[in-house]
């Protein structure tokens, strides 16, 4: 067992990068928001992935909520090297030019402002420059009875809302 797990289970995402006709869809779920303002989005990127190489090349990428777990398994599961992911899910191209899917439930696109590079991964640090929910958001957040915001347990295997509410005593 490894010692990030004690940091699952973690909402999962589909990442869009490129620009069509150069443009793909990865899962993430080592993301975070990361400052308010500016507003920053980070994302942790496997150097040996195709999503690497786009987010190099055009220097922005989107962060999309689905709640289609076979999505994310099947964009975090084939690279782009093996197929073009774009042909099997429907998506439309955001403000920045990058690909987001037709199904998202929300999103943010962000452009590359900074970035970490540690062993195989780069962490991207990107500005939020367009974001929008479509329904079920409110001001904390997603409403989880509506949206179903799937969280990564490991590997293929998921939990989906709903979950319990419960309040904090007050301090
Ligand atoms: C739910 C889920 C979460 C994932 N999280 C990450 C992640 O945070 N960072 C990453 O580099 N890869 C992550 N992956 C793996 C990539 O999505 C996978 O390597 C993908 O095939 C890369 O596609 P590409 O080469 O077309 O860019 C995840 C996969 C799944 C299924």
């Known amino acids: 067992m490894s010692w990030y797990y004690l940091f699952y289970p973690r909402p999962a995402f589909v990442i869009g990068s490129g620009e069509p006709p150069e443009a793909n869809f990865m899962a993430a779920s080592w993301v975070t928001p990361v400052s308010t303002e500016p507003p920053t989005l980070g994302v942790a990127v496997d150097k040996e992935s195709c999503t690497h190489k786009l987010i190099e090349k055009y220097g922005k990428f989107t962060a999309s909520v689905v709640e289609n777990v076979d999505l994310l398994w099947y964009v975090g599961s084939r690279s782009c090297e093996e197929e073009n992911k774009l042909e099997k899910v429907k998506w439309f191209k955001g403000k920045t030019g990058a690909p987001i899917p037709e199904e998202a439930v929300g999103w943010a696109e962000a452009e590359v402002l900074s970035k970490v590079e540690l062993g195989d991964v780069v962490f991207y640090i990107g500005k939020v420059v367009e974001?929008?929910?479509?329904?079920?958001?409110?001001?904390?957040?997603?409403?989880?009875?509506?949206?179903?915001?799937?969280?990564?347990?490991?590997?293929?295997?998921?939990?989906?809302?709903?979950?319990?509410?419960?309040?904090?005593?007050?301090?």
């Open 131 to 171: 974001w929008k929910a479509r329904r079920g958001f409110g001001k904390w957040g997603w409403d989880l009875k509506e949206v179903k915001v799937p969280l990564q347990k490991a590997g293929r295997l998921f939990l989906l809302p709903p979950c319990k509410e419960v309040w904090a005593r007050k301090a």
